[in-house]
């Protein structure tokens, strides 16, 4: 009978430890989901993009160094195997977007380099510059094609068209330039005697430039210089714009901390989107049209659903202005470059 009774407390003392570990495991658990959320994440269904829902990121980038002064614009290749850069300490440079590691430099403007972009095909580049100069460069050795000369003051954006022909440029002297680029001749000027050109865009088809002035955008005719429509809504300076893929939309950054998404051929604001605690210097479409990337002077850079108008994501860890911001061909990552003399790229995937 003893021995039974033994047996019994004993068992009793082993039940009872057992029952206090696992509950010492649950509380750990339980701690560390505490510490540590769990980050739920949605899929479009349709594009079968993978995206969070709202939140900070400031540790999935890769930081790409060289620049000694403020980085003015980026922007990634066709391929989306490089990333090209313009920055005020007067060069051009190309990365490896795998690696960030830097690829080349192109030098050759006398001042800072405000704007860059590739051609379509990948195999050219193209900056303007304060220097008052656009200059055509060869990728794969970074050599000097041509430059463009007609404006009066500095070059703040080049473009090129979508089927790689002519170049759109906008300067301080406050003209927007059509260029053909076999010749490196002017073809045609546009003006608006008012406003101040802020910003310009060209159409996914080439046949019309957006430009943005005070509180205001315009709609142009490629071909004829004319002014087709003007789209009213912001309360300051339109310093970005930018065409969706099918071109029946275009989203404007303002002075006014807003991005508004617009109807082309109506001409009509269709939504705002708010979150930029300073004014937005870049806006860009993803590829497939469904989101909107945006760059502030207030250091971040944000990602928007175009549909709603919600804030997906804030990218934050520039310790300046991002005054450009980019998404790569297939939307997995994203682009910003900023007046801290960095690039970064964020994987969004």
């Known amino acids: ?80 195997k490089y990333v090209l850069s313009g920055g005020d300490d007067k060069t051009i440079r190309l990365w490896e977007a795998a690696t960030g590691k830097e690829i080349r430099k192109f030098t050759g403007h006398s001042s800072g380099v405000c704007s860059v972009a590739f051609s379509p095909d990948g195999k050219y580049a193209l900056s303007g510059s304060y220097d008052k100069a656009i200059r055509l460069w060869d990728v794969s050795t970074g050599g000097k094609i041509k430059a463009f000369t007609g404006h009066s003051e500095g070059v703040i954006t080049v473009l090129f068209s979508p089927d790689g022909g002519h170049i759109v440029s906008r300067s ?44 205001i955008l315009k709609l142009w005719d490629t071909a004829t210089g004319i002014e087709i429509r003007i789209f009213r809504g912001h309360s300051k300076g339109v310093n970005t714009v930018a065409f969706s893929p099918d071109g029946k939309y275009v989203l404007s950054g303002s002075s006014d901390k807003t991005i508004k998404l617009w109807d082309v051929q109506a001409g009509r604001e269709i939504r705002t989107f708010k979150g930029h605690l300073d004014g937005v210097w870049s806006v860009v479409f993803s590829h497939d049209g469904r989101y909107a990337l945006s760059g502030s002077y207030d250091k971040t850079a944000r990602l928007w659903d175009v549909s709603t108008g919600k804030e997906i994501r804030i990218f934050e860890g520039h310790a300046d202005a991002v005054w450009s911001v980019a998404f790569s061909p297939d939307n997995r990552y994203v682009l910003s470059g900023s007046w801290d003399e960095t690039l970064k790229l964020w994987d969004i995937s």
Not at 34 to 43: G, I, Q
């Open 1 to 80: 009978m003893g021995f039974i009774v033994r047996g019994y407390f004993r068992m009793k003392k082993i039940f009872v430890l057992c029952l206090l570990f696992i509950l010492i495991i649950f509380s750990m658990i339980g701690l560390a989901s505490f510490a540590t959320p769990v980050l739920k994440v949605s899929v479009d269904k349709e594009s079968k993009n993978v995206l969070a829902p709202p939140e900070t990121v400031n540790e999935k980038n890769k930081v790409l160094k060289g620049h000694s002064k403020r980085v003015f614009s980026v922007a990634f290749s066709p391929d989306g």
């Open 172 to 215: 301080y002297d406050n003209t927007l330039k059509l260029w053909d680029v076999s010749t490196g001749k002017e073809i045609r000027t546009f003006k608006d005697p008012e406003s101040l050109i802020y910003s310009v865009a060209v159409s996914p088809d080439g046949r019309h430039l957006l430009s943005g002035g005070y509180k």
